[in-house]
């Protein structure tokens, strides 16, 4: 299912992303919780999962194409970079939440619900967000990863991952109007 996505089209201080993914709840969270598995699709790193733990985040987005794929060159100088954030809610196997830059650049919700038939339907939502330009950022970027997600759980390949993020690029260039929204 391709995602539904939500915004303030005012401020663009919020992204909501639906999905509905072909594993049960517990297998999505194991995605979102175990550092390997979150490294095949977001971006690896210690999870000490409770409220006030912290998840590590380190960017290695060559580790999400299965084939050799070079970084764009406006993406290149944050290869390798790690940080963490601080978790602030935390309750397995259904809400995930934490910090984005600290709280700068707002606060990320994971939902997850029993959908039926052995699918979970994944709410993602960023809030806090300062604009249009936070909101094309992080919306290219969501999209372009829960497109990884939704296929490494099916046990599908990800050919190239930024091809995936530059067409994720496009589209919220499509959705969200220029001029207006931003800080």
């Known amino acids: 299912m391709a995602d539904t996505l939500h915004t303030d089209q005012a401020t663009f201080a919020m992204l909501r992303f639906e999905r509905l993914l072909d594993a049960p709840v517990d297998k999505v969270w194991q995605y979102l919780v175990d550092p390997e598995l979150r490294a095949r699709w977001f971006m690896a790193g210690p999870t000490d999962a409770r409220v006030g733990g912290s998840i590590g985040l380190t960017m290695d987005h060559d580790r999400l194409s299965d084939r050799d794929v070079p970084t764009p060159e406006r ?71 829960l497109a990884v997600l939704e296929r490494r759980i099916r046990g599908d390949g990800v050919e190239d991952f930024w091809a995936l993020h530059a067409q994720a690029e496009a589209r919220m260039a499509e959705i969200l109007p220029e001029g207006a929204g931003d800080r």
Request: hydrophobic share 30%; aromatic share 12%; glycine share 14%.
């Open 75 to 145: 993406y290149r100088p944050y290869v390798g970079h790690s940080w963490s954030e601080r978790i602030t809610r935390c309750e397995p196997p259904h809400v995930l939440a934490f910090t984005w830059e600290n709280g700068e650049a707002g606060e990320v919700t994971f939902e997850l619900a029993d959908a039926g038939n052995g699918t979970t339907r994944l709410l993602l939502t960023h809030t806090g967000l300062r604009g249009r330009s936070d909101a094309m950022n992080f919306g290219g970027g969501w999209h372009s990863h």
